[in-house]
């Protein structure tokens, strides 16, 4: 089984997650969707393109009782499954489907791709996640209208991308830590982990048999990912050396993180229409957007300046946890999202 580099938060704050009173469904089987060859915004394609994805829930009788939920930054959908359904998004009255993003090792990715291994396989963006979903929905489901787009991470990011790309499609779109455009702040991290990873020598260019370790891009990423006063605490100095090489064993596959960190880099929501502002004005649905004061992973500075532009509710995570508050204040987001999603 494939760790991501949340699953040690996620295995101490699940019981944070899970103490609603909400329905706890049992585990759903990971579903395939077969696209035949996917095109990319570049014009490239993927071969033999498939989008995993779990549903929870019953479509009503007009199917437009449908919530997707992207997976974030290396996360697959059985990550997701631990904190979703049941618990943020209530699969008594919604038919839930969470989907694994592009190039995280699920759907098509450099490490399961037949046709295009490796760094053979195409540089994709947000978009393309967006556009792939909404082939499966569409194509695959039948499905041509969502109550709600949510996600977490680069999940909130796919969201922001849905509601610009489809603005008629849903009712509704929650972002949770994402963002509709990198800052400065956003590049230079995303850009020092690609940097760091194609620079060591043990990564190849790609072309490792078995995963190397990379210790330069694992320590960029845990640093980025809490604050350091929660690192601090959450880890003694004496601890540091174990805590790190645990670290370093949990990370997915490298080609599979370069193509994810590539589609990172390249998020902004703006970049067809000029500027967020006359981005926001495509927008037709509700927006809930919360986001973490310290988050040092995602910059919240531009989602909380959409939320402006959009009138959207906005709430703002106060903790120190950093990019992890979803899952530190996780009872909040689950109370917040909840209520949102009935009105």
Same mark, same amino acid.
């Given at each position: 089984?494939?760790?991501?580099?949340?699953?040690?938060?996620?295995?101490?704050?699940?019981?944070?997650?899970?103490?609603?009173?909400?329905?706890?469904?049992?585990?759903?089987?990971?579903?395939?969707?077969?696209?035949?060859?996917?095109?990319?915004?570049?014009?490239?394609?993927?071969?033999?393109?498939?989008?995993?994805?779990?549903?929870?829930?019953?479509?009503?009788?007009?199917?437009?009782?449908?919530?997707?939920?992207?997976?974030?930054?290396?996360?697959?959908?059985?990550?997701?499954?631990?904190?979703?359904?049941?618990?943020?998004?209530?699969?008594?009255?919604?038919?839930?489907?969470?989907?694994?993003?592009?190039?995280?090792?699920?759907?098509?990715?450099?490490?399961?791709?037949?046709?295009?291994?490796?760094?053979?396989?195409?540089?994709?963006?947000?978009?393309?996640?967006?556009?792939?979903?909404?082939?499966?929905?569409?194509?695959?489901?039948?499905?041509?209208?969502?109550?709600?787009?949510?996600?977490?991470?680069?999940?909130?990011?796919?969201?922001?991308?849905?509601?610009?790309?489809?603005?008629?499609?849903?009712?509704?779109?929650?972002?949770?830590?994402?963002?509709?455009?990198?800052?400065?702040?956003?590049?230079?991290?995303?850009?020092?982990?690609?940097?760091?990873?194609?620079?060591?020598?043990?990564?190849? *260019?790609?072309?490792?048999?078995?995963?190397?370790?990379?210790?330069?891009?694992?320590?960029?990423?845990?640093?980025?990912?809490?604050?350091?006063?929660?690192?601090?605490?959450?880890?003694?100095?004496?601890?540091?050396?174990?805590?790190?090489?645990?670290?370093?064993?949990?990370?997915?596959?490298?080609?599979?993180?370069?193509?994810?960190?590539?589609?990172?880099?390249?998020? *902004?929501?703006?970049?067809?229409?000029?500027?967020?502002?006359?981005?926001?004005?495509?927008?037709?649905?509700?927006?809930?957007?919360?986001?973490?004061?310290?988050?040092?992973?995602?910059?919240?500075?531009?989602?909380?300046?959409?939320?402006?532009?959009?009138?959207?509710?906005?709430?703002?995570?106060?903790?120190?946890?950093?990019?992890?508050?979803?899952?530190?204040?996780?009872?909040?987001?689950?109370?917040?999202?909840?209520?949102?999603?009935?009105?």
């Amino acid at each position: 089984m494939k760790i991501t580099l949340f699953a040690a938060y996620l295995s101490i704050l699940i019981l944070a997650v899970s103490s609603g009173k909400a329905q706890k469904p049992g585990k759903n089987k990971q579903q395939y969707a077969r696209l035949g060859d996917f095109n990319l915004e570049s014009g490239q394609k993927i071969e033999d393109c498939k989008i995993g994805f779990r549903t929870y829930g019953k479509l009503n009788a007009d199917r437009s009782n449908a919530v997707i939920f992207p997976t974030w930054f290396t996360g697959t959908t059985k990550e997701l499954e631990s904190m979703v359904p049941g618990k943020i998004v209530d699969t008594l009255a919604y038919h839930l489907i969470l989907f694994d993003a592009l190039g995280n090792g699920v759907s098509s990715s450099p490490s399961n791709s037949s046709k295009q291994a490796r760094l053979q396989f195409p540089v994709f963006t947000i978009r393309d996640m967006v556009e792939s979903q909404h082939q499966v929905l569409t194509g695959n489901m039948g499905i041509h209208h969502l109550e709600a787009v949510c996600g977490i991470s680069m999940g909130g990011m796919q969201t922001f991308q849905w509601a610009v790309t489809y603005p008629e499609l849903m009712n509704k779109i929650v972002s949770i830590v994402g963002s509709p455009q990198l800052t400065t702040s956003d590049l230079l991290l995303w850009n020092a982990e690609l940097n760091a990873m194609e620079r060591d020598p043990a990564y190849l *260019n790609g072309n490792y048999e078995q995963k190397p370790l990379l210790p330069g891009v694992t320590m960029m990423h845990q640093f980025a990912l809490t604050t350091p006063e929660y690192l601090s605490n959450a880890v003694s100095r004496d601890d540091f050396s174990k805590w790190l090489a645990k670290k370093e064993s949990e990370n997915m596959d490298w080609n599979d993180m370069h193509r994810q960190l590539e589609a990172l880099k390249s998020h *902004n929501i703006a970049k067809f229409g000029g500027t967020l502002e006359q981005a926001a004005k495509e927008i037709k649905a509700k927006m809930l957007i919360i986001v973490s004061r310290q988050d040092h992973m995602v910059n919240p500075l531009p989602a909380t300046r959409f939320a402006e532009m959009t009138n959207a509710r906005l709430f703002v995570l106060e903790g120190n946890c950093g990019h992890i508050a979803p899952w530190c204040e996780a009872a909040e987001v689950r109370k917040t999202v909840q209520s949102f999603l009935k009105k």
